[in-house]
Structure formats: C-alpha cells, structure tokens
C-alpha cells in the first residue's frame, strides 16, 4: 500500500497539522509506504526541521510544474494569484494516480477527484486548526472519502452542515499538539519580566482586525511599555501585496510594518517563521489578542485571558462561527486597547470555566498521542481488520493542570 501526504500551499502553517500523523504511520506499519510530498523548498525545509523535532525519519519527494504553461502564468501572476497550487495536480497526475491514499490538510486538492477524474483515489482530510469559521464546515468537505477531527465541535458541525456522514469520521484528537513544548518558551525580550501580549488577525479582510485597527495595536505598544508584545499574525496576511479571499470575495493590502515598529524593545515582530505555526507563541505569551484566527484554541491549552477586535461589527453573538469569543471580552477597536487588556487580566477568573469547555469540545485528547491515533484510524480505514485487535486509547482529561500552574496562568 502506498499513502502520500501532500503539503501545497505558499506557507509552512498545515504542515504541523499532518506530518506527525505520517511519521506515526510509518512507525507503526512498516509494511506501509508512506511518502510526504512538498511543493516548495520553504515546505521542504519545514518537514525536515519537524521530522527532526519528533526524531523520526521521513521519505519526502518534490512535486513541480512540468508544463510550459504552467510555469509561464506562475512567473507572471503568481504575486497575485496561488496559480502554482493549483497548477500542481495536472502536471503530476502519474504521482497522484501511483498511490492508493492521499491525505491532506486543505481542500483544494479534490480538483484531483471532481476535475482530473482519479475517482477511486481515497482522499481523506486532516484538517487544520480547530476554529469556527463557516468555511471550515462547507459542502466540500463532503467530497472527501474520510475526515479526521479534533473534537465534538467540529464533528458535529461537519455531520450537521456539510453533510458528512457520521461513518466517514473518526475522532482522533490534535496531532499538533505532539509537537507542544514540554517547557513553556521564552523569547530573549521576555527577559524584562513584563506580561507578554500575542496579536495574532487573521488575513481575511472581512474578518480579520488588521486593516482596520491593527495599526493602532502596534502604535499603543509603542507608546506604553507596560506590556511586551509578539506580533505574529497569521502566516498568509503579508505573504502578498495583496489578499484576496474566496468565502466572500474581496481584496485589501495588508501593507508594510515601519522600521519603527521593529526597533521598539518590547515589540517581537514575526511575519511568518515557523515560530509563527509551531506554537511557539501560543505558549510563550500571557495574553491573546486576535479576531478570528484558530490559533486562539491552541493558546487555550494553558487557560489565559483573551481579548477580541470586533473590526466590523460583526453578529457575532450566539453565533457559532464567533463560539470562540466567548472566551473573553469583545472591543469594537483598539482606541481603549490599554484599560481593556488590564480588565482582560483582571476578570479573567469569570471566563476560565468558558475557556475549559471550549478546548474540550473542540479537542477530545487521550494518552495516547493523537498523531498515533490518527494512524489507527487511517489504517482503519484503508485496511480495516478486527477492532478488537487494536490498542485501545485510555481517555483523560484534557486539561489536567496541577494548581499551581493554573493559579500563576
């Protein structure tokens, strides 16, 4: 049996999402080929840096464009336009038709299904994050053979909105979370000792804050010391000149960040390293301030306070693509940013039990690692045996988190 695990995208921020799975996968069936193919030399980097972090080896190929065309429209639109990413499937369909599984993190590879014609390819999603969004549960995730999740939350949505049917899904936990840092890190500029705030919109320019109020997030850290501040927004915001989205069609310029902004001491400006999407960050600060990014779940590992820019008045309560609000105050901006992060601090006591229920709906994590997990399943899948031959995961509590540690987060 052959399964390859495809990352194709422009950013490193889905490799995380599924490569533990393979490299679990190939521990546990070595009669199994697993090969991991990438697009870019920035993916390549990260499945080596990653592999190397888990202490596993990995069989990676380079998918490329082979076709005249192809490379043509790539060197004149791709600023613009992710025409590589799509481009991809056609010119390597013999890979695609070699194999007797694919997973991946995104959608954008059922082109191989309802364009290409490899119907009986098995194309099974891993997802990536664990967030809200509607677009997360559209009907395309029913085009997919199989659909591992984190959680309740995100199998139901699937089940209820998409149309996925139940036995199309397995539950297998956050295989990102394998690569967690057993200590919590911290960035030489924390050695100041002051409350650490991670700012982390999203790209979208119909939900994120940036265009609107993101400016005067960094302006406010600039002008107030009390607080450092790691800028690290979602890795697609600044990769172009511009961004464009598809969920609701509109395009905006993220722009440039002013030397000024870089030089401030209490500023860490990260506009897409793998820190960005490893966690690093989600775990070194004490606060989060964002919009809508997914990250926000991943910070909730460790109960902290949040706080959310509300750029555009959106319907957000009651409202499930916003469930993640629920997790702390909601400013219309950041005009009043200083005295909101003080009463995020403040009353943070009053949203902690919200904060619990959220992670554990959205990630149902046992003993057993997830990515292990999610292997089981997998094979589950392709080459179902005897269930009661299989390991059976032990469950416990997602947050067992001794006192101390809670009292001082």
């Known amino acids: 049996m052959k399964i390859g695990f495809l990352f194709n995208h422009d950013q490193i921020h889905q490799v995380a999402h599924s490569l533990p799975i393979a490299l679990a996968l190939a521990e546990a069936n070595p009669q199994v080929e697993v090969v991991v193919a990438v697009t870019n030399d920035r993916l390549a980097a990260e499945v080596e840096r990653l592999a190397a972090k888990l202490s596993r080896p990995v069989t990676m190929i380079r998918l490329g464009l082979t076709s005249r065309l192809a490379r043509f429209a790539a060197r004149y639109l791709e600023a613009v336009l992710p025409v590589t990413k799509l481009a991809i499937y056609r010119d390597n369909l013999p890979f695609f038709q070699s194999l007797d599984a694919l997973i991946v993190a995104e959608k954008t590879s059922l082109l191989l299904k309802t364009r290409y014609g490899l119907a009986d390819l098995k194309i099974i999603h891993t997802r990536h994050g664990a967030g809200d969004r509607a677009i997360g549960f559209d009907k395309a995730s029913a085009g997919f053979d199989h659909v591992l999740v984190s959680g309740s939350k995100i199998r139901d949505r699937l089940i209820r909105e998409a149309g996925v049917p139940a036995d199309r899904i397995s539950t297998v936990g956050y295989p990102k979370f394998d690569l967690m840092p057993e200590t919590q890190p911290k960035l030489p500029f924390q050695s100041n000792g002051k409350p650490t705030i991670y700012y982390n919109p999203h790209p979208s320019p119909h939900l994120s804050s940036w265009y609107e109020d993101g400016r005067a997030v960094l302006d406010y850290f600039l002008n107030d010391d009390r607080y450092n501040l790691i800028f690290a927004p979602h890795v697609m915001l ?83 693509n916003y469930a993640h609000w629920q997790a702390g105050e909601v400013i219309p901006d950041a005009e009043n940013l200083g005295a909101a992060l003080d009463r995020a601090v403040a009353g943070h006591d009053r949203f902690r039990p919200v904060q619990r229920e959220l992670f554990q709906r959205s990630f149902e994590l046992t003993a057993e690692r997830s990515a292990m997990r999610a292997a089981r399943a997998l094979m589950n899948v392709l080459a179902p045996v005897d269930p009661l031959v299989l390991p059976q995961s032990v469950p416990v509590e997602p947050l067992a988190i001794p006192a101390a540690v809670e009292r001082a987060a």
């Open 238 to 320: 600044f990769h172009r000149k511009f961004v464009v989205t598809i969920d609701k069609l509109r395009i905006d310029r993220p722009g440039v960040i002013e030397q000024r902004y870089y030089d401030a001491p209490n500023i860490h400006i990260d506009l897409g390293s793998s820190a960005s999407t490893d966690m690093t960050y989600t775990a070194a600060a004490d606060i989060y301030l964002g919009d809508v990014s997914s990250q926000v779940y991943e910070f909730l590992h460790r109960p902290r306070p949040c706080l959310f820019i509300d750029s555009h008045d959106a319907d957000w309560r009651g409202n499930k």
